[in-house]
């Protein structure tokens, strides 16, 4: 996937970004279906925190919730589509699969308490009903999850990093030439 050369594909660094980009807009896709279903249930009210700490980062006068949809739209999409990016280069690097989407599940977390308690939107998570933190979680963990799907789909990590020692690998890598070669 990742393989430089004159057919004009994506690659190195450039392509790993620009897959993690694909992926993160993925992971927001899934992440905001998930909401709406949820929302569609619980009867749930749309969430303005993300307006509210974009209007915040960037300075912007104080606006009523109804005036700020773009704004919520922008941050919501915006910082999930960039994220993306990290979990792209995790897969380069090896870290992938169920526990890559893990470990980045906490950084999507970290991500969005940082912003919103260092603008003073938020509040830490601990002081939030445990029914608002479990609805969260949810979402973040789909999110990271379908980004994660994504990005290990699309960026090829290393070949020999983390192969198993216990002759697997090199089983699979023995037959793989065998086929190659027609035997």
Do not use: C
């Amino acid at each position: 996937m990742l393989r430089d050369g004159a057919d004009g594909n994506i690659s190195g660094l450039g392509g790993t970004l620009a897959r993690g980009l694909a992926a993160g807009a993925a992971g927001v896709a899934a992440m905001t279906l998930a909401e709406k279903l949820e929302q569609a249930l619980t009867g749930r009210p749309n969430s303005y925190v993300p307006a509210h700490t974009l209007e915040r980062l960037l300075g912007l006068p104080h606006r009523p919730d109804e005036d700020r949809l773009w704004l919520n739209w922008a941050m919501h999409w915006g910082q999930g589509i960039l994220l993306g990016a990290a979990r792209a280069a995790m897969a380069r690097a090896g870290v992938g699969g169920p526990a890559g989407s893990f470990l980045f599940l906490n950084l999507r977390l970290l991500n969005d308490q940082s912003l919103e308690n260092a603008t003073g939107v938020g509040a830490p998570p601990w002081t939030w009903p445990v029914d608002e933190q479990v609805v969260d979680l949810l979402h973040k963990a789909v999110y990271a999850f379908a980004t994660g799907l994504a990005a290990d789909a699309l960026v090829e990590g290393p070949r020999h990093r983390g192969a198993r020692h216990d002759g697997h690998y090199y089983r699979r890598e023995a037959r793989r030439r065998e086929a190659a070669h027609g035997r």
